[in-house]
């Protein structure tokens, strides 16, 4: 089930990052540590009663002058309007309501979004007089928070959570392989959907996402069903999307959540640039089968070493994604093309891999009795046993005698002997280190 996007919105320098990582939290602290993971995120995954959701921060922006200014915060908002199912508008108590603000609200209140005013630097809720001011923007009760102090980030969220659409479960079988393709503008994402449609001549029909305005085409290929979600279809406003690709990323969000396996789009003839590995990150956080997908190769002037050249500089890029398979093609002339939908079926099982606990333990203590794990301050970290207690991805929880002295490179280790054994090619891998209590 895909998760709705509350969008953080305003004109710039209103604290909108620092709401964006209260919301968020540590999560993505989770491969902080994880050499090649990009660091400058743009959206993260919350939860607050009860319901998940997906944010986004359209801040970020670095502006040149008054005009430009003016010119971001339309994008911004635009962006925001577009693709989020509540926005969440952010002023300054401080700095009192802005021409600036008065732009952004009044491009929100034709767009009929449910939108949530959040006034920012509020340090003194006894004074709440510079909060009234923004009842005149015509959006309701504004809310009163304290980015800095953390202030009001409960009632802001209460807020924004109760406007959310009701959710509606997805309307494809469990046999069905939802493939989402992803990839910065111009990789050619458009041109390989209509290539894989074009080869099997067998679609099904056109289903418009239900309130996800993404183009969803289901079709078959040796007895096998799929789903196509196509995130290529920024047809509406083209201008700011191509100007402003790094926002551009809340369509192909919305798709990642609802897939299984992601095709991860990069352009042959140009290489890799800094922007695919934020769309990779995506993918790898959100815990999905992923393929490198390398288009526009019969554009690129190769010799017999030049696959593997372009092989080892995707490896090294990705190092956080070294399990994802890389498949070379042309979309336009159909150049290897049929040999990624094998690909595809065979992450896609690698995803939804489980593995016997007997099975699973046994590969684990084999691997401790090659290399103990280590020492620190005199303790010595003991494994007791470990399940699979998820598919995907597979999450596998080891239990221990103190979750503390686990190391990172002890668990990449542990890791790397359980892929040895099971293969879970194409798919994240999730360790979690428990204690194990004395009633275990």
């Known amino acids: 089930m895909a998760r709705p996007v509350i969008a953080i919105v305003g004109r710039p320098n209103v604290g909108k990052s620092t709401i964006f990582n209260r919301v968020i939290g540590d999560r993505l602290a989770i491969v902080e540590d994880k050499p090649g993971v990009t660091r400058d995120r743009i959206y993260g995954t919350g939860e607050w009663n009860g319901r998940a959701f997906s944010i986004v921060d359209t801040g970020g922006i670095e502006i040149d002058g008054e005009d430009e200014i003016m010119k971001s915060v339309r994008m911004q908002a635009e962006l925001a309007v577009e693709e989020a199912d509540v926005i969440i508008f952010m002023v300054d108590a401080k700095a009192g309501m802005t021409h600036a603000d008065d732009e952004v609200a009044q491009m929100l209140f034709r767009s009929r979004k449910p939108i949530v005013v959040a006034v920012n630097k509020v340090d003194n809720f006894n004074r709440m007089d510079d909060v009234y001011e923004f009842y005149g923007l015509g959006f309701g ?48 994402k458009s041109s390989l959907v209509n290539a894989i449609l074009g080869e099997e001549r ?17 079709f078959e290929k040796d007895g096998q069903r799929y789903v196509l979600i196509d995130t290529a279809g920024m047809r509406k406003r083209g201008k700011v999307y191509e100007s402003t690709e790094k926002y551009s990323v809340m369509r192909s969000l919305k798709a990642i959540e609802r897939a299984d396996v992601v095709l991860i789009l990069i352009n042959g003839e140009e290489g890799i640039i800094e922007q695919d590995k934020h769309i990779a990150g995506y993918a790898h956080e959100a815990g999905k089968a ?33 399990y994802a398979p890389i498949a070379f093609l042309s979309a336009k002339t159909k150049q290897r093309l049929h040999k990624l939908l094998p690909i595809v079926n065979h992450v896609s099982e690698q995803h939804a891999l489980r593995i016997q606990t007997h099975v699973l333990n046994d590969v684990i203590s084999d691997a401790v009795a090659i290399n103990p794990p280590p020492t620190d301050k005199g303790k010595r970290l003991r494994i007791n046993y470990a399940t699979q207690v998820a598919t995907k991805p597979p999450t596998i929880v080891i239990f221990v005698n103190d979750p503390e002295i686990m190391h990172f490179s002890y668990e990449r280790y542990l890791e790397n002997k359980i892929r040895a054994a099971f293969n879970f090619e194409g798919t994240p891998v999730r360790l979690f280190t428990r204690r194990k209590s004395d009633s275990d």
């Not at 056109?206 to 996800?212: C, E, F, I, L, Q």
Request: charge should be negative.
């Open 141 to 188: 009760t504004p809310v009163a928070i304290s980015g800095s102090h953390g202030m009001g980030i409960g009632d802001l969220l209460d807020a924004a959570v109760e406007k959310l659409p009701e959710q509606v479960d997805e309307e494809y079988d469990e046999d069905v392989i939802r493939v989402a393709l992803i990839g910065r503008p111009n990789v050619g």
């Open 202 to 218: 067998v679609i099904v029909s056109d289903v418009a996402g239900t309130t996800r305005d993404a183009i969803d085409t289901p």
């Open 290 to 322: 992923s393929i490198f997908v390398v288009n526009k190769w019969d554009a690129v002037e190769r010799d017999e070493k030049t696959m593997i050249h372009f092989t080892q500089d995707v490896r090294d890029h990705f190092l956080f994604m070294h």
